[in-house]
């Protein structure tokens, strides 16, 4: 290897800390740096809706790393606050701003890592210039919101959209009294999800007595004085005092177009097996990439932490000298809503059917634990697979903390192609505290075998 390497990572979130400790590592000689554009690097992102809540009190547990930390720990020189204007991919350049003091200035590189993320969608009709409208993807939003929270009398907010992040920070600002609002364009919440998911996630809403709005074709929101005052639904004026929109993200590929880097169909940077962009000195990992689908061997995009901080290690190293290979991804995700757990594997059956599979489906609802046990609940699952290879293909479940062991195991069977007739032949474990005498995914499996 190069004594004289440099290694630049643009971005300092989950894959950007990742990739420069892990090139460190493997090229102790390389001189590594890591720039991020805002004031924090190495945060945790999916714990911010219980900042709103006070479940977790101090934003500060969330900043895993400052940059001398980082530094003294991992050898990683860090520049935050440093906004990466451009990259000259010819001249293997990049043109920064120092924020602070409006300053640009050149960097050269031998190897270049963007981890750049992705950016919250902005609704034209809602702008984050107002100054009661927030997104909430970091810790700097949250940090923004409750400076607005602090200082003005808030009792109703607007969440506009329902996927993860909308309802659970609908959950945590509902435990700290806020009239909380959702508002969406789909008629049931979690677009993402099963038909059954999303009716019984309607359900938990109305239980807990938080509105859920459709938008329809007068929808309208009312600005006022450069703020968001109300939202004019079905005839009627509807008062907020802020708004918070979670109607998703996309991939952060600002640098890509001065880069000439090539993009896919979901917007993401293309990268090969060993996270090289199309340019052969510039990697790239994290929710600002597309991923191949284990299960239809096709580009995706999964912007979920953990995979981030995988594929992080991959470029880091790769970008060092090594020769890691990046797997394809089962998608395998989760989140908590008031007193239920959702996670959902794979494709449901509505992507499998638009993939060409010829699907099929099975469900069944089933007690967690021994009925007389204490905290014994119902729990649903849902299996989508292959008619003829009797593939799984994917799975949803709803109940309490078990639903993730379940989605786990169905990620191994996707892994591994044990077909879903096997599911009833493991032997699951069994004690009335923790588990029931038949297993759901047990109960599943016998199902199926019926059908055929």
Same mark, same amino acid.
């Given at each position: 290897?190069?004594?004289?390497?440099?290694?630049?990572?643009?971005?300092?979130?989950?894959?950007?800390?990742?990739?420069?400790? *892990?090139?460190?590592?493997?090229?102790? $000689?390389? &001189?590594? %740096? #890591? =720039?991020? !554009?805002?004031?924090? @690097?190495?945060?945790?992102?999916?714990?911010?809706?219980?900042?709103?809540?006070?479940?977790?009190?101090?934003?500060?547990?969330?900043?895993?790393?400052?940059?001398?930390?980082?530094?003294?720990?991992?050898?990683?020189?860090?520049?935050?606050?440093?906004?990466?204007?451009?990259?000259?991919?010819?001249?293997?350049?990049?043109?920064?701003?120092?924020?602070?003091?409006?300053?640009?200035?050149?960097?050269?590189?031998?190897?270049?890592?963007?981890?750049?993320?992705?950016?919250?969608?902005?609704?034209?009709?809602?702008?984050?210039?107002?100054?009661?409208?927030?997104?909430?993807?970091?810790?700097?939003?949250?940090?923004?919101? *409750?400076?607005?929270?602090?200082?003005? $009398?808030? &009792?109703? %907010? #607007? =969440?506009? !959209?329902?996927?993860? @992040?909308?309802?659970?920070?609908?959950?945590?600002?509902?435990?700290?009294?806020?009239?909380?609002?959702?508002?969406?364009?789909?008629?049931?919440?979690?677009?993402?999800?099963?038909?059954?998911?999303?009716?019984?996630?309607?359900?938990?809403?109305?239980?807990?007595?938080?509105?859920?709005?459709?938008?329809?074709?007068?929808?309208?929101?009312?600005?006022?004085?450069?703020?968001?005052?109300?939202?004019?639904?079905?005839?009627?004026?509807?008062?907020?005092?802020?708004?918070?929109?979670?109607?998703?993200?996309?991939?952060?590929?600002?640098?890509?177009?001065?880069?000439?880097?090539?993009?896919?169909?979901?917007?993401?940077?293309?990268?090969?097996?060993?996270?090289?962009?199309?340019?052969?000195?510039?990697?790239?990992?994290?929710?600002? @990439?597309?991923?191949?689908?284990?299960?239809?061997?096709?580009?995706?995009?999964?912007?979920?932490?953990?995979?981030?901080?995988?594929?992080?290690?991959?470029?880091?190293?790769?970008?060092?000298?090594?020769?890691?290979?990046?797997?394809?991804?089962?998608?395998?995700?989760?989140?908590?809503?008031?007193?239920?757990?959702?996670?959902?594997?794979?494709?449901?059956?509505?992507?499998?059917?638009?993939?060409?599979?010829?699907?099929?489906?099975?469900?069944?609802?089933?007690?967690?634990?021994?009925?007389?046990?204490?905290?014994?609940?119902?729990?649903?699952?849902?299996?989508?697979?292959?008619?003829?290879?009797?593939?799984?293909?994917?799975?949803?479940?709803?109940?309490?903390?078990?639903?993730?062991?379940?989605?786990?195991?169905?990620?191994?069977?996707?892994?591994?192609?044990?077909?879903?007739?096997?599911?009833?032949?493991?032997?699951?474990?069994?004690?009335?505290?923790?588990?029931?005498?038949?297993?759901?995914?047990?109960?599943?499996?016998?199902?199926?075998?019926?059908?055929?």
């Amino acid at each position: 290897m190069n004594n004289s390497n440099r290694i630049i990572i643009i971005g300092g979130n989950a894959a950007g800390p990742s990739a420069a400790a *892990k090139a460190k590592r493997v090229n102790p $000689n390389a &001189e590594v %740096i #890591l =720039i991020e !554009g805002g004031e924090f @690097i190495s945060t945790g992102t999916c714990e911010l809706p219980y900042l709103l809540s006070g479940e977790i009190n101090d934003y500060s547990k969330l900043v895993f790393f400052s940059p001398d930390k980082f530094y003294s720990e991992k050898g990683v020189k860090v520049l935050i606050n440093h906004f990466v204007k451009s990259v000259n991919a010819r001249l293997k350049k990049i043109e920064v701003i120092d924020r602070r003091t409006n300053h640009t200035l050149e960097m050269e590189y031998d190897k270049l890592i963007l981890t750049t993320g992705s950016i919250p969608n902005e609704i034209p009709e809602l702008p984050y210039t107002l100054e009661n409208v927030f997104s909430y993807k970091s810790v700097s939003d949250y940090l923004k919101l *409750k400076s607005y929270l602090d200082k003005n $009398n808030v &009792e109703k %907010i #607007l =969440i506009i !959209g329902s996927g993860y @992040i909308g309802l659970e920070v609908a959950e945590n600002l509902a435990a700290k009294k806020y009239e909380v609002t959702i508002f969406d364009k789909e008629e049931l919440p979690l677009p993402s999800a099963e038909l059954e998911i999303r009716h019984l996630i309607k359900s938990i809403i109305d239980e807990n007595k938080i509105p859920f709005l459709t938008k329809e074709n007068y929808s309208k929101f009312i600005i006022r004085n450069a703020k968001f005052a109300q939202l004019k639904h079905e005839g009627r004026y509807l008062d907020f005092d802020l708004a918070i929109v979670a109607a998703g993200i996309k991939p952060n590929i600002y640098l890509a177009e001065s880069a000439k880097l090539k993009t896919g169909k979901y917007g993401g940077l293309i990268v090969d097996s060993r996270l090289k962009t199309s340019d052969p000195n510039i990697y790239a990992a994290g929710d600002n @990439i597309e991923v191949t689908n284990k299960i239809t061997n096709r580009a995706d995009y999964f912007p979920l932490a953990t995979y981030a901080h995988n594929y992080g290690h991959i470029a880091g190293e790769n970008a060092a000298g090594g020769n890691q290979i990046a797997e394809a991804v089962i998608l395998n995700s989760s989140f908590k809503f008031f007193n239920k757990f959702i996670a959902q594997v794979g494709l449901n059956f509505e992507q499998a059917v638009k993939h060409n599979v010829n699907a099929k489906f099975i469900t069944s609802i089933a007690n967690n634990k021994v009925k007389i046990m204490h905290g014994s609940s119902k729990v649903f699952g849902k299996i989508v697979y292959d008619r003829y290879s009797k593939l799984i293909l994917g799975a949803s479940f709803i109940g309490s903390n078990e639903v993730s062991g379940y989605a786990d195991l169905i990620s191994s069977f996707i892994y591994n192609k044990n077909t879903v007739l096997n599911l009833a032949k493991i032997n699951y474990n069994y004690t009335p505290p923790l588990s029931p005498f038949i297993n759901l995914l047990s109960i599943l499996g016998r199902k199926i075998q019926e059908t055929i």
